[in-house]
């Protein structure tokens, strides 16, 4: 059985950096084709996603807020984490990781996401 | 970037009708090399995160009830549920992974009238 779960603050200050740990189990982030992301999502909002981290180190970022994070993995811990840096209310929104298990779906499963908010 | 552009933004469908939801693509999204097109379509009802319904346009995932079908090619795809049950109302998305940035679509919520 394949699950997610993302785990951080659920309260961040203006400028200050937020990191989320998404853990799973259920897979291998050292399969070949694997990948984890991050997806979020302000309250009444669409799905934005914003970073990838592939079984192969590959990694990958939303453009417009590529300067502001860093997605890394352990995979002995089997966790993947996101940093995103100078947080701002607009950030706040719920983030999910998400498992694609190959390049031929989208994002196979989701965690239950986590909600931040950020206001001082 | 790859924009993706659904309509209607909402919608409402009596019980045991159809209904449909559109999803443009800024650039094709068909892979020539396996004909395939690389969108995917979610379900995510209220308070819950989304739920993958079908992938390279009209593939159901495994357990997926077969009132849901996805069509199109290129540019332009459906979703349609063929006969809207009360678990049907959600938002649905379209997402494209023919290249990165992954994005989605806008979302389109489905209702009953």
């Known amino acids: 059985q394949i699950t997610l779960k993302e785990s951080g603050p659920t309260l961040v200050k203006p400028t200050q950096t937020l990191t989320l740990t998404c853990t799973f189990s259920g897979f291998s982030l050292r399969t070949s084709g694997v990948g984890v992301g991050w997806i979020r999502q302000p309250p009444g909002k669409a799905l934005e996603w914003l970073a990838l981290i592939y079984w192969d180190d590959d990694e990958r970022y939303s453009p417009s807020l590529k300067s502001r994070l860093t997605i890394t993995k352990d995979t002995s811990k089997n966790q993947v984490v996101l940093t995103m840096t100078d947080m701002d209310p607009v950030d706040t929104a719920t983030y999910y990781c998400a498992l694609r298990t190959d390049s031929y779906h989208g994002f196979d499963y989701w965690g239950q996401g986590a909600l931040v908010t950020v206001c001082s | 970037d790859i924009v993706m552009t659904q309509s209607p933004d909402s919608l409402a469908v009596s019980l045991g009708e159809r209904a449909t939801i559109n999803c443009k693509s800024s650039q094709s999204v068909l892979y020539s090399p396996n004909n395939k097109n690389y969108l995917s379509w979610y379900q995510q009802r209220p308070g819950q995160p989304p739920k993958l319904l079908i992938h390279?346009?009209?593939t159901r995932e495994s357990g997926v009830p077969d009132r849901f079908s996805g069509s199109g090619s290129g540019t332009d795809f459906t979703l349609t549920i063929s006969s809207l049950q009360a678990e049907d109302v959600a938002v649905y998305y379209c997402q494209q992974y023919y290249s990165s940035p992954l994005t989605f679509g806008g979302g389109t919520k489905v209702e009953i009238k």
């Open positions: 390279w346009a009209s």
